[in-house]
């Protein structure tokens, strides 16, 4: 789930292969799963954690209550609406997460399909911006802590497309720019980001890409 954390802004998209891998655990013979992750995985959400240890103590689960019980108890009023939001998120940048190469332009096919689903996500994410606020300030301290970092995710989630779309085009500098904006944003909101989202890891494969390059960050952040 490691890399899935950082490279899938929705992070639900791979879920549905990581039940059907857990399912299949006791047909191979093996006992359990060990999951290798940093700590600070719950950003912008920790439905995948619940959804491993749910599924090992009970493989025949079904993976739709247990998202429901998940964004309920995480989310309260509006938890459906922010699942579903997820879910539209993983699908917008499923070309870019599952096969990087589909913007490379080695399949051409691919990637436009990808360019398009990238082009929608600034109105996914504005779309949902009245629920962030509706639901912000409501409810319990711990949801509406649920509900801001859903509300900050959706600024990095606009530049992660930026950033994606610039490649994609060949745009080098305009990928270099937006990167370095991102990176801005981490470090101005490193502290409230930090409990859930380990920073450093979350840019590496960025920088394996090339994204990072030539990014000195401000004095006293993790970046």
Not at 44 to 52: E, K, N, Q
Not at 70 to 87: T, V
Not at 108 to 123: H, I, M, N, S, T
Not at 205 to 215: K, S
């Amino acid at each position: 789930m490691t890399w899935h954390h950082y490279r899938d802004p929705g992070y639900y998209g791979f879920t549905a292969v990581m039940a059907e891998d857990i399912r299949r655990l006791r047909r191979m013979g093996m006992e359990g799963f060990v999951s290798c992750q940093v700590p600070k995985a719950f950003f912008p959400h920790g439905y995948p954690t619940h959804l491993h240890a749910r599924l090992l103590w009970n493989p025949q689960a079904d993976t739709e209550e247990l998202a429901r019980e998940y964004f309920a108890g995480a989310f309260g009023e509006g938890s459906e609406e922010a699942r579903e939001y997820m879910l539209a998120l993983s699908d917008l940048f499923t070309p870019l997460y599952l096969d990087r190469a589909a913007l490379s332009g080695k399949d051409a096919e691919a990637k436009q399909v990808a360019l398009a689903k990238l082009a929608r996500v600034p109105r996914a994410v504005a779309d949902f911006r009245p629920v962030f606020a509706r639901h912000e300030s409501s409810g319990d301290a711990t949801r509406r802590q649920s509900w801001k970092y859903l509300s900050l995710h959706g600024d990095i989630v606009l530049k992660l497309a930026d950033i994606a779309q610039a490649r994609a085009a060949g745009k080098q500098e305009e990928a270099q720019a937006a990167s370095r904006q991102l990176l801005d944003y981490l470090a101005d909101h490193e502290r409230e980001i930090d409990p859930v989202l380990d920073s450093h890891w979350f840019i590496q494969p960025h920088q394996l890409g090339g994204d990072f390059r030539n990014y000195t960050p401000a004095a006293g952040t993790g970046l």
